[in-house]
């Protein structure tokens, strides 16, 4: 048997101790042309946990996609315990299309569609080839994200807890094993398989550990940022057993148990009175929201004292759209 102990998705096959790449098709439908999403299989030569690492959820969430391109050589499938499974951009529409957010082709959040469906829109459609083809093969699942291309953001992880306890307890062990010092604690998110919604809780409501993470912003490729995305990779690599060395899981980081995302009242023109990392008092000044003609719609500013976790940093804004998140919690 050639395939003895290869690790097939999609239809390519890869052999222990190899590194294998093709592409998700999402077939085209009347009113949308498809899509293909570039995808490795680092599979490792001993047997071990199956990491699914996805970036570009969002298109314009650069600093992961560019990481996935440095670890795909950087990590050795013939060291490798287990297997590493890579999306390198799972939203292709939308990172061609160079759009925040949305997709150019149905106007939908891809991460807000999960788990997706075979007859749907493209978003739908992809959502469903990466539950089915990626979560249902994976044992544990980091989806990569970043400040989106108008969001200015320091680095943090989402922590679910509304998984299953041994879920909940695997789960923050990934987010200590990546290593960002900001952890939003997330007791939110549906329960439901059917109504997941996100990625990560797209695997955890199936019963697989799983962690966003926020690194990098603004459209930018800066390489302090890339490292940063790969030391969390290696953090998870040495924690699941996968890899020997690593850096050592977090001891004390700073758990966000107080987040209020403060979102745009109406249409309009932001301008930013402050930076992710600022410390803010209750009432400061977050931003000023103004109309096309300058006109003062709102001045935004901060529910509780905290930190900005990202702020919207280009001028314009839509009604219900996110302009800054402000979090507090403790450390320990
Ligand atoms: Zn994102």
């Known amino acids: 048997m050639a395939d003895e102990g290869a690790?097939?998705?999609?239809?390519i096959a890869a052999a222990p101790g190899t590194l294998a790449e093709?592409?998700?098709?999402?077939?085209?439908?009347?009113?949308?042309?498809?899509?293909?999403?570039?995808?490795?299989?680092l599979h490792g030569a001993a047997a071990g946990p199956v990491l699914a690492l996805v970036a570009g959820i969002h298109g314009m969430e650069y600093v992961p996609i560019l990481t996935l391109?440095?670890?795909?050589?950087a990590i050795d499938p013939a060291t490798l315990r287990g297997t590493v499974l890579m999306v390198h951009i799972a939203n292709p529409p939308s990172f061609f299309g160079r759009t925040i957010y949305y997709s150019p082709v149905d106007g939908q959040n891809l991460n807000r569609v999960f788990p997706g469906r075979a007859d749907g829109t493209l978003s739908e459609r992809i959502a469903d080839v990466l539950t089915r083809e990626i979560v249902g093969r994976a044992t544990h699942l980091v989806d990569l994200h970043g400040g989106d291309g108008n969001e200015s953001l320091r680095p943090y992880s989402y922590w679910i807890t509304t998984g299953a306890p041994a879920v909940t307890q695997a789960?923050?062990?990934l987010a200590l094993a990546f290593g960002l010092d900001r952890i939003v604690v997330d007791g939110d998110r549906p329960t439901d398989p059917a109504t997941s919604m996100y990625l990560s809780n797209t695997a955890i409501t199936r019963g697989i550990p799983a962690i966003t993470t926020e690194v990098g912003g603004l459209g930018q490729t800066d390489d302090a940022s890339i490292a940063v995305v790969e030391r969390g990779v290696a953090g998870v690599l040495s924690a699941l057993g996968m890899r020997d060395g690593g850096p050592p899981p977090l001891s004390a980081p700073m758990w966000l148990t107080r987040n209020a995302v403060l979102r745009a009242s109406a249409t309009g023109v932001f301008r930013a009175a402050v930076q992710c990392r600022d410390i803010v008092v209750a009432g400061a000044r977050i931003g000023r929201l103004s109309d096309a003609h300058g006109r003062t719609i709102e001045e935004v500013v901060a529910p509780f004292g905290g930190e900005v976790m990202y702020v919207v940093g280009t001028p314009p804004v839509s009604a219900g759209e996110p302009l800054a998140m402000v979090s507090a919690g403790t450390v320990g």
């Open 7 to 11: 690790f097939t998705v999609a239809g």
């Open 22 to 41: 093709g592409t998700l098709d999402v077939p085209a439908r009347a009113g949308d042309a498809g899509a293909s999403l570039p995808f490795s299989i």
């Open 69 to 73: 391109q440095r670890l795909r050589t």
């Open 171 to 173: 789960s923050r062990d």
